[in-house]
């Protein structure tokens, strides 16, 4: 509209309550009589007076009315359009009530019906328009239904200060909050639009009615439809986030947006050289710094909550967790720093969820509000934002002054202000031995002064759990840990090195694997070991594990060269990615003189960085018997030193012999002492046997030293073993058999390796 100085003197006299009027209301009756005054012809010094007619004059309707912004705004005619009005309001919000004052005039003499509506031509959908009127104290009044009618009376210029032509009223502009409806791109606005009925009859002398002709639809200020508008314009917020890894904040806040001053709960993010040692690498590990292995873990950060995890920035805004292995099974935990910073003109709530790269919700969360808890139930993973200072779980914000209810933990981030936040990854932990996928998630950061529910700004946070399977080499990638793989060795055979493949040498050789299950790359140490015993002393041995390349003929390198150190039986497989494995052979030679048995050889396989720590506790060596019994036989000579004259590797007794025998006279004893030693490495349930020289009879047939119960047998094989002594006097030829029998069962019990058993067998001469 172009504003008269009339009209501009109106909305003055609108700040204090009254307005010009258009001029004498409406139906007012004008009534005039006019009269002579002349001197009295009787007396002259008296003035008469002659009185007319009175003629009478209705004031007719000068209809005229505007509608104005109730603030001294001055459109110049210009703002006929949204998208040419000054009157705008920038950075809404969804959700966003927008209130502009207007006025609706009557500038005529009659009492006017404006009709009101909304012109909302040019705006977005989805805003609601509203009118109501203002009270006199500012406050919202009765609302106007669009398309009805507001009486306005005309101003009547007989009341000083009370301006009657003169309806306040509001224009309430509600932005929507729902995403598929406004976005940052989006424009709102809208201007009153007044227009008046006409319902004067064709003579307005005799129906007068409000000055329009009857029927007509007439607007504001008589100008030409939609040239006469009061635009308000509404822009909408552009968030500016950005949803990083790590700390470094500088003005960094909490997620209540209160600043932090302590510099230690911002931890910096350094890269790890752990996980991105190259595959296949084989440099001589460092043998001071203890189980390195080929992979120097470095000084990566770790997270400064209890149980915290090494954490590092590879690249841009992805961070990865590098969880050591445990000794459980329970689900373990990684917390990741993460910081939002808000570069945007307003205050920001921002809400945090797993999203998708379209920066969408991921369906496969459920989201427990009462716990802040997501779930995905596929993977077993649960994410929960925390507070970097207290730790508590972040919620949904509840503010009720705020128009857009949060659905996610909420954080307040003051514009120019880095929120500080922690994300808490829990992840199932099988095992440490099944293979186990990484666990990757997308942390949208989503501002709720936009309407949408998709992230403005994203970042990664990355767990590579470990995992190691060790055993027995299979055709295929793995390792098995049964069925239980026997080596069978002969301990008095040749040592050899890990090609060994047959059962008639002292080295017992197991193929063995170790897989690397887990996400990122290690290098594995490895040891193992088995207790042996020896077959005469009964002392027991603990025998290393050596490890052999796959070809059984190089030894992997030793964790500690020098012999003397505990690490020196500690070898190390190359660096193995993620995914792979590594082929060895596993072999312990076994002394001469073990007893035979069977022995199991326990070995571990250990993570250099991860600490997973496997074991494969079955490989069995089975000892073979090996050896012999050796016999001999003397006979009593008067001064023969003892070991003078050995037989069968088994020396003579004092005052025994085997050769040069002194003759015996008839009726003469004849002494013999018989001797078996068990040359095997395993006890042989063991009996001697003699025959009653022919010229002879037999006098007596004991063991020496006598044990707790002797058994005996006369007549060879088809006898009776008994406890009852073989009687003197037995003929030549008579077979006699003896035994111990310490657990009395009547049958001869082993005799110990490098043990003897002894008989003195006498006869007389007949």
Sequence with gaps: MQ????????????ATGSATAAGTLAGTTITNTASAEFPDPRDTAMQLSAASNTVSTVVLPTPDFDVTYLSAVT?????????????VTANAVPGQVITTSYALLNNGNVTLDIILNADTTGSDSGATVQYYRLNTDGSRGSEITLGSAVTVPADDPATSGTDEGAVRIVQVITLPANPTQINQDSVFGASPEGTVLGTAGADPLVTPGNGYASGTTNQEEGKTVDTDLQFTRV???????DNTAGGGATTPVDSVGTPISNPALLPPLTSVTVPTVAAGTSATPDPVVTGSGYVTPGTPTTDPTPGGTPIARISGDEQIAYPQADTNTTADTAV????????????????LFPALADGTADPAYTFDAATGTFTNTATGVTVRFLDPVTGSVIRPST????????????????????????????FPDPDDSAAIPSYSVLIGADSLNDADLISNNSTRDTVVPPAAQFGDTT?????????????????????????????????????MDVVNNGQYNDSYALSGSVTVTDAVTGATTTLPVQYYAADGTTLLPRLNTNPASPDYNTFITPVLAAGSESAFVAAVTIPAGTRAADYTVTQTATGNYSQTSVTDPNDLIRVTPTGNVAVAKFAAKTGVTAGSDPRN????????????????????DIAYRIIAKNNYNTPVPMFLRDTVPTNTIL?????????????????????TWTATAPAAGLPAGTVIDIAPDTDSNNLPDPVAPGSTLTVDFVVTVQ
């Design 75 to 87: 459109d110049g005619g210009t703002q006929t359009a949204l998208g040419t009005t000054t009157v």
């Design 399 to 426: 503010d009720p002054a705020n128009p857009t209810v949060a659905t996610y933990p909420t954080l307040i981030v003051p514009s120019g202000t880095q929120a500080v936040y922690r994300t808490e990854v829990t």
């Design 235 to 241: 822009t909408v917020y552009t968030p500016s986030l």
């Design 475 to 511: 055709p295929t990638l793995g390792a098995v840990a049964a069925p239980t793989p026997v080596q069978t060795v002969d301990p008095s055979g040749a040592a050899t090195d890990g090609s060994s493949s047959v059962s008639t040498d002292a080295t017992a050789a197991f193929p």
């Design 699 to 719: 006098k007596s047939f004991t063991v020496n030293p006598l044990p707790t119960r002797t058994i005996y047998r006369v007549g060879g094989n088809t006898g």
């Design 3 to 14: 504003h008269t100085p009339r009209i501009l003197a109106l909305l003055a006299a609108l």
């Design 649 to 668: 590797g088994i020396d003579n007794p004092a005052g025994y012999t085997a050769t040069g025998l002194t003759g015996a006279r008839t009726q003469e």
């Design 336 to 351: 990741f720093t993460n910081t939002l910073s808000n570069g945007g003109t307003l205050d920001d709530r921002v809400q």
